[in-house]
């Protein structure tokens, strides 16, 4: 191997490490449709699942089915009716859906059992554990329109498939359910991943879909999502809207990250979990950096994220120990254990003012709203602890904070205790906002 190859391969190992060490033990719910397990890159996508389970992840995997029962129903001539994007499931076709999702599950245990040397399975030895884990109940009759075997999930035994996990085992979902009274009924694959998720406490749903239309949709390829984004979001196909929804709620009832990846995109699914910024589209309830007061283990990560600066003469430099002693003025904001963001504040309350310092963003982060998010975080901050104004002092950033409010100001409108500590060789500008009326 090149050796520029061996320190690529270094360099991502040793950065995905505190990924396989957060993901060990945890529940991830991994949605896959019919039209994906048909392509012959599912095969690929197999090997990624076993890599995964031997990294220690409890693996529920969720596949669908609607091309392979489409496929099945014109081969018995039956017509295919769908109402408000979901299918009218007669008996006819139940006989259809149970075939196709039948064989479906087959397929893909078969792939996850294989174990040929010299391939990427070699000695998984993956146990695929199914069953009816799924309790249905009937959609039922709606406007007039009666779904029949097409049902809602009911229940999750979230009990008995948390003991297949805990054994070791791949725990694989259908599109079917049963109900209490012994009857079969059609799921939409997605309703059932969310479910599940929900209910096993899932530390993440995964849907492995085409995510085209939503790029499309907003004309740029969505990194993140929030929920009053997914809200305001023009009207997307069924599918892909009924994913949403379902991602939405997901969030909504505790499984903290929802992602949509790009199905046909090879290795999607270990760029996605294994890197900092990831490939795909995430959905989380809340913003997806955590902006929180920093404590003592940031201070490591603040230092090499301020380092640049203080080089360049931007920021005035500050020691470990300094660093240390302060740390409870300063807010970050984390990504994924990583500190992007900073910024400190210190207030005087008996002059009602305080000094914003420290203001840094990892240029990987720039220009996206991150400083911003700071600014606004450590101004509610501010205004909770009674202070009137806060002031800025610097020497290559006036113009940004010029646009966020801040008025120049000279030396003497800062507090005494401030204009004795001056430094008149940086000889930096005075910025104050105000933050009362008056």
């Known amino acids: 191997m090149p050796e520029s190859s061996q320190h690529e391969f270094v360099h991502w190992f040793r950065d995905s490490s505190p990924y ?28 990624d699942i076993a890599l995964l389970h031997s990294l220690g992840v409890k693996l529920v995997l969720v596949h669908g089915a609607r091309p392979q029962i489409e496929s099945r129903l014109k081969q018995e001539g039956l017509e295919l009716d769908y109402v408000n994007g979901l299918r009218i499931t007669t008996e006819a076709a139940l006989v259809c859906v149970k075939q196709a999702a039948g064989s479906v599950r087959m397929d893909i245990e078969a792939l996850l059992s294989m174990g040929l040397a010299n391939s990427p399975m070699a000695g998984a030895k993956i146990r695929v554990a199914s069953g009816n884990f799924v309790t249905a109940k009937p959609y039922g009759v709606i406007e007039g329109v009666d779904y029949r075997h097409t049902g809602q999930v009911r229940r999750i035994d979230a009990e008995a498939i948390n003991k297949q996990l805990d054994d070791g085992n791949i725990v694989l979902l259908s599109p079917l359910g049963y109900s209490p009274t012994g009857e079969s009924f059609n799921f939409s694959a997605e309703d059932v991943a969310a479910s599940a998720a929900i209910q096993l406490k899932a530390e993440k749903l995964i849907y492995l879909t085409d995510i085209q239309e939503l790029h499309e949709a907003s004309e740029q390829a969505l990194r993140e999502l929030t929920l009053r984004e997914i809200a305001a979001m023009p009207a997307l196909s069924e599918p892909m809207d009924r994913t949403l929804q379902n991602a939405a709620n997901a969030c909504r009832q505790g499984v903290p990250r929802v992602h949509l990846l790009d199905a046909w995109l090879d290795g999607a ?57 302060e740390i409870d003025y300063f807010t970050v904001i984390e990504r994924d254990n990583t500190v992007i963001g900073c910024a400190a504040l210190y207030p005087d309350s008996e002059a009602a003012v305080g000094e914003l310092a420290c203001l840094a963003i990892h240029p990987d982060y720039a220009r996206q709203g991150k400083g911003d998010t700071l600014l606004e975080y450590l101004t509610r901050h501010a205004r909770k602890l009674g202070l009137e104004r806060i002031f800025v002092l610097t020497t290559h950033t006036a113009h940004w904070f010029q646009e966020r409010g801040f008025e120049a100001a000279d030396i003497g409108q800062l507090p005494m205790h401030r204009q004795e500590m001056y430094n008149y060789q940086r000889n930096s500008k005075v910025f104050i906002r105000k933050l009362v009326d008056g």
Do not use: W, Y
């Open 20 to 47: 396989i060490n957060a993901f060990r033990g945890r529940t991830f719910v991994l949605t896959v449709g019919g039209e994906v397990v048909a392509d012959a890159m599912f095969a690929t996508l197999v090997h």
């Open 269 to 325: 699914l270990l760029v996605e979990l294994f890197t900092r910024d990831g490939c795909g589209t995430l959905i989380t309830a809340e913003s997806f950096e955590g902006t929180r007061q920093a404590t003592i283990d940031d201070v490591g990560g603040i230092l090499e994220l301020i380092a640049p600066l203080e080089q360049q003469g931007i920021l005035v430099r500050r020691s470990r120990e300094k660093l240390e002693m």
